[in-house]
């Protein structure tokens, strides 16, 4: 069945069952059923459907943009990308007389500012910012965190890696992926006390993990905001 609202069309299974009220639900593919009493009337549907829209809406496209893999990026004005988890609209400013290539905060958006206008340029330098900032955000919630531990980190290092957040050597050097940048401030959170963590327990043990759950109660949680969301936190 298909319903439209707000300028938006839906396609959702409506299934009776003996149960007492109205469900809706989405399966991982972003595929939505209502599961409703036998007898229910169509209006009482269409109710519940709007007065959950927005969430329905965003909780579809986002299965389904999962499924769909990495977004590719085209670089043009007003093109969204992520920064502490929030969706700020890139502004292109091309002007050759400037020394350097460079990202700017300001006005709601990521001003990007190149010498040439070449979406490599562009990429290169939403990287470096990315870089810089993941740098001297998890630098800052390091120095809130250390007082919790007896151990000290070596080092902090940025990263490009395709398989980790966050890594902890036996040397106490601690390294986090650039794209940290683009996650919530308590998700970023979560990955700098792991890793500290790991300055102490370095396997993923019990201990570990309560050491973890003592400072970050909901950290799973955190995890599975990045699960649902690695694949929107791209260049």
């Given at each position: ?19 007492k009220s109205i469900g809706i639900y989405i399966d ?208």
């Amino acid at each position: 069945m298909n319903h439209t609202y707000s300028g938006e069309t839906i396609h959702y299974d409506l299934k009776y069952k003996n149960r007492k009220s109205i469900g809706i639900y989405i399966d991982s593919y972003g595929h939505i059923e209502v599961h409703a009493p036998k007898g229910t009337k169509d209006e009482s549907v269409i109710r519940l459907l709007e007065d959950h829209w927005d969430r329905i809406m965003l909780k579809s496209k986002e299965l389904k943009g999962r499924l769909n893999g990495p977004q590719v990026k085209s670089y043009q004005h007003g093109e969204p990308f992520l920064y502490l988890g929030e969706s700020f609209p890139i502004e292109v400013h091309h002007n050759p007389e400037i020394s350097r290539d460079h990202v700017t905060l300001g006005e709601g958006r990521i001003n990007i500012h190149v010498k040439e206008q070449d979406e490599e340029r562009i990429k290169q330098a939403l990287k470096r910012f990315y870089y810089r900032e993941c740098k001297s955000l998890v630098e800052k919630r390091i120095s809130i965190h250390q007082e919790k531990f007896k151990a000290k980190h070596r080092s902090v290092r940025i990263s490009d890696s395709q398989t980790t957040w966050g890594t902890c050597d036996g040397r106490r050097q601690l390294t986090f992926n650039w794209k940290l940048a683009m996650a919530p401030q308590d998700v970023i959170d979560y990955v700098v006390v792991h890793e500290m963590c790991h300055m102490i327990h370095l396997n993923h043990d019990r201990s570990f993990w309560r050491l973890v759950g003592k400072f970050v109660p909901d950290y799973k949680e955190k995890e599975q905001w990045l699960a649902r969301s690695s694949w929107k936190m791209t260049l």
